[in-house]
């Protein structure tokens, strides 16, 4: 190895009984890193969590931390610090308590344990609350002491397991710029499990996407959105609009394509190589999708590479900084995303015509259903 | 991995070890050792043999020590059930706060000792007791009424000690109403008592048996409150064993009678159960 | 909550209050008993005198026997929340293969009825030679005091959050710590409560103890119940008003620490 991590996930495998909840999973972390695992319930992400905290032991492969083997290492020695989703304060003890706890453990000298919590909770903004117990606290405070608690003992790796899936939208958002901020701070390489991809995107240098056990696609953020590497990550990133179609033909940039509801459409060439005949998906995200008035000024003429179907505006949502349309074109029904604008409005019932350029669009593999 | 799940197995059984060493030393093998005294001869190490059991079903002594024993029983249960119901129920539409008290007061002398309790009765029912001079002293009657000492002051011994048990049963059941189902009732037009022969009293099915095989199979094995309560002339089958036992020291009889209390209240338990649970009970009540 | 009608006594409350009154009253009327300064056991008392409880040192197996019930409910009350509560963490937290039917067999001894109980223990322990001694005796109330700490310890665990004992693990806590740190901690009161009601199981313990005493092994209950066969004399009034007021001491705790309501809960195999 020329380069050294801080995680190292090598060919992990778990089963529970028959059923295979990790499978092959390959990572390295960097120093300093934060990376999230993001996937639906049961994708086995937490799995992958409790496997690296030591809660639970893998079948197969190795999991390296700071370049130490930790596989068949109890929890307690691993030297990690945790946030969990439901807080997991002690209730019989204060927050300072609390907090000091690991320290206690490593047996730090008293001053120095006091000297240590009080910096801490200062860093999560919370140094009046050391007397208190965890039940006289809100659910964002409990949240901050329990990343207090975690950092404390300066631990070579953070684990964090939904940490704000149980606080409301308005205080998730605070919390976890406030988790960002730190992190970059301290410099403490991270691991964050999520199934809110707002969140995955916000925090995270890369992103590891998993479904089934399998991982789906390890990328920044901004490669997971652009580039989806499946058509799993394409449908449970952002928002997709998916059509089932057949591979009719390619030049060496497009490959042109006719949907099961008899629409042809082009998309771009990536690596993967069709025959024709083979069955596919395309998906395409509503904002790249282009609406315009039947018979406008503004009307363009076909062009190479460019998508383009008429249809009729079935519904109009005003959702702030954008509208969202439902055009329905034949048997399809399509979103779009549009800035709102006030000198173009569309009515509901109004013809429309919907165009994409074909390097918008992403084509993979039909998934077997 | 499987290592640590043998572990864990292995802590479990070690944490149970000194539980089950308990049950079976002191439970399990002595009601072993006691069904084989009261089938073999010679303590258990004899041939086999039902001569015991004959004993018991032979003399009609016993039959009628049984029968009384029985009967008690089903007084108690059916006393407990028609004070308790109105009890659970009162509770059932009371405040947390007044429940709580209730509860409170009718559990915690549950918590002293039955001895103690049958005491306090003594001087309720005495010929020289609350009662009795009460009645005497405004006239009502000119000499004591007999209340002890006979199967009388039996059943209200055991109802002060059982029906606790019938209470908390049938409360629970209740609690476990749903409130809107008498809104319901009410809208479409069902009086009160409708309500309570049409939801309360069959969705309280459940508790109701609860409470009544609980206190026949306790009222069945009691042994203090027969004793000092019914005296010599009311002998139930616990005090049957009991002197069999200590007094006559015949250890295959009383053995043998300790089966015959055991077996017949599940016997009576097992058939009530049966009669009661009939296929839409099952089908309603089965989670 | 059926209809609630407020003020008006109501036959329900009518019933209700009866009883209760039922229930308490002969715990009541025991105490203005023992200050009667006759000989008489009458109600309404005549006179008023301590001479029944300065008779109770006339009688050195009340004090003898007391003491001894003390001393014994106390050694039950330890060791059989010892042996119930690693019983229910054993089922609770590491669910073994055959949790339910284990459970089933840990609770039997309230299935079935304590004086046959007594009778196996008397005719086993005469087999092995602890018929009539104190181990004898005291492994007996173990074995029916032990399902209600189990019961109780194993309800107390149910609201318990096993992801503390992760943070705490990973917060460097060994097994061991975890459970006196954290685990413990937050199950005491149930392992009180429990305690107490083993206590109380043990103190008031007759028809087990029936076959269990012998002459130098006296429960207080055991006393009294043979007392009382012969005689019924203020005098039990006086030892029954002192062992009321100590159990209501522990109730009240129990009621505080627990609540009553919960130990007797969801039982459809008491006793």
């Not at chain 2, 000499?143 to 055991?158: D, S, T």
């Not at chain 3, 092995?128 to 109780?152: E, K, M, W």
């Amino acid at each position: 190895m020329t380069k050294s991590y801080d995680v190292e996930l090598h060919q992990i495998r778990k089963r529970f009984g028959s059923t295979t909840v990790v499978d092959n999973f390959n990572l390295q972390v960097e120093r300093g890193e934060c990376v999230t695992f993001l996937g639906p319930s049961g994708c086995g992400k937490t799995t992958t969590l409790n496997m690296l905290a030591g809660f639970l032991e893998p079948d197969e492969g190795t999991l390296i931390i700071k370049g130490k083997p930790m596989n068949g290492v109890p929890a307690n020695k691993r030297d990690l610090g945790m946030v969990f989703q439901t807080y997991s304060l002690f209730p019989h003890m204060t927050v300072a308590e609390n907090v000091a706890y690991g320290l206690k453990l490593r047996k730090v000298s008293k001053s120095e344990i006091e000297t240590r919590v009080r910096k801490v909770l200062d860093v999560v903004k919370l140094p009046h609350l050391t007397d208190r117990y965890p039940k006289q606290l809100s659910g964002g405070q409990r949240q901050r002491i329990a990343i207090a608690r975690a950092l404390v003992t300066e631990p070579s790796l953070l684990l964090l397991d939904e940490p704000l899936s149980n606080l409301d939208a308005k205080l998730r958002e605070e919390l976890r710029e406030e988790i960002k901020r730190l992190q970059q701070e301290i410099g403490v390489t991270t691991i964050f499990v999520t199934h809110d991809q707002e969140e995955a995107m916000y925090m995270s240098d890369r992103i590891v996407v998993l479904d089934h056990g399998k991982v789906e696609q390890i990328g920044t953020p901004e490669d997971i959105y652009q580039q989806p590497a499946t058509a799993f990550v394409h449908e449970f990133v952002g928002k997709s609009n998916g059509f089932q179609a057949v591979i009719t033909g390619g030049d060496e940039h497009h490959w042109r394509l006719k949907t099961t509801e008899g629409m042809t459409f082009s998309a771009k060439r990536n690596d993967r190589l069709y025959n024709s005949g083979d069955e596919v998906s395309v998906y395409v995200r509503p904002e790249y999708i282009s609406l315009e008035k039947v018979g406008s000024m503004q009307e363009t003429a076909e062009e190479a590479g460019v998508n383009s179907i008429s249809g009729t505006v079935k519904l109009l949502s005003f959702l702030g900084s954008f509208i969202e349309v439902i055009v329905e074109a034949g048997s399809h029904i399509i979103t779009v995303r549009t800035n709102y604008s006030p000198i173009i409005s569309f009515a509901e019932g109004e013809p429309v015509k919907l165009s994409w350029n074909a390097y918008q669009a992403n084509i993979f593999p039909r998934k077997e259903a | 991995m499987p290592q640590l799940k043998r572990s864990k197995g292995l802590i479990a059984m070690l944490l149970l070890v000194p539980g089950l060493i308990i049950i079976l030393g002191v439970f399990v093998l002595p009601m072993i050792y006691m069904l084989m005294i009261s089938l073999r001869e010679d303590m258990g190490r004899g041939a086999w043999t039902l001569v015991s059991y004959a004993h018991l079903f032979q003399d009609s002594y016993y039959l009628e020590i049984l029968w009384r024993t029985v009967k008690l029983s089903l007084y108690t249960v059916v006393v407990c059930l028609l004070l308790g119901y109105p009890v659970a129920m009162y509770m059932a539409q009371a405040a947390p706060k007044m429940r709580g008290l209730i509860t409170f007061l009718i559990l915690s002398p549950h918590l002293i000792s039955v001895v103690i309790r049958n005491f306090g009765w003594v001087v309720i029912l005495g010929d020289d007791g609350f009662i009795n001079n009460t009645l005497m002293s405004l006239g009502i009657i000119s000499g004591p009424l007999r209340l002890l000492y006979n199967e009388l002051g039996v059943v209200i011994g055991l109802t002060d000690s059982l029906i606790v048990y019938m209470v908390l049963a049938i409360s629970t059941s209740l609690y476990a109403i749903d409130s809107s189902l008498y809104k319901a009732a009410g809208i479409l037009g069902a009086s009160r008592t409708k309500q309570f022969f049409s939801i309360t009293l069959p969705l309280s099915l459940p508790g109701i048996f609860a409470g009544t095989t609980l206190v026949f199979s306790l009222a069945m094995s009691s042994f203090v409150t027969p004793a000092l309560m019914g005296g010599t002339s009311v002998k139930v089958l616990p005090v049957l064993a009991y002197e069999q036992m200590m007094a006559s020291l015949d250890w295959s009889l009383g053995a043998a009678i300790a089966f015959l209390l055991l077996g017949s209240t599940i016997l009576l338990v097992t058939i009530f159960t049966r009669l009661v649970e009939t296929k839409r009970y099952k089908e309603v009540f089965s989670s | 909550m059926i209809h609630v009608k407020k003020r008006r006594p109501t036959v329900l409350g009518i019933i209700t209050f009866f009883v209760v009154l039922m229930v308490v009253s002969p715990l009541l009327i025991i105490i203005p008993t023992s200050f009667t300064s006759t000989g008489a056991l009458r109600f309404p008392p005549e006179g008023f005198s301590l001479q029944w409880y300065v008779k109770i040192f006339d009688r050195p197996e009340f004090i003898d026997s007391f003491w001894f019930s003390l001393q014994l409910a106390l050694v039950t009350a330890v060791i059989a929340t010892i042996i119930g509560t690693l019983a229910a963490l054993a089922l609770h937290k590491y669910k073994p293969r055959g949790a339910g039917m284990i459970n089933s067999l840990l609770m039997s001894p309230l299935t079935v009825p304590s004086l046959i109980i007594g009778i196996a223990a008397l005719l086993f322990f005469t087999r092995i030679g602890l018929a009539g001694t104190f181990i004898g005796l005291l492994l007996s109330h173990i074995l029916i005091s032990v399902p209600y700490v189990v019961r109780l310890v194993y309800t107390g665990l149910s609201t318990f959050d096993y992801t503390l004992e992760r943070a705490a693990s990973i917060l460097g806590a060994n097994s061991f710590r975890t459970f006196w740190d954290i685990t413990f901690p937050i199950i005491r009161p149930a392992v009180f409560s429990g305690m107490v009601f083993a206590f109380l199981t043990s103190f008031d313990n007759v028809t087990v103890s029936l076959f269990m005493v012998s002459p130098s092994t006296t429960t207080l209950p055991m006393a009294i119940f043979s007392y009382m066969q012969e005689s019924l004399t203020p005098l039990v009034a006086s030892i029954s008003s002192i062992v009321i007021l100590l159990s209501l001491v522990f109730i009240f705790i129990l009621e505080r620490v627990y609540g009553l309501d919960r130990l007797f809960g969801s039982n459809s195999h008491a006793h």
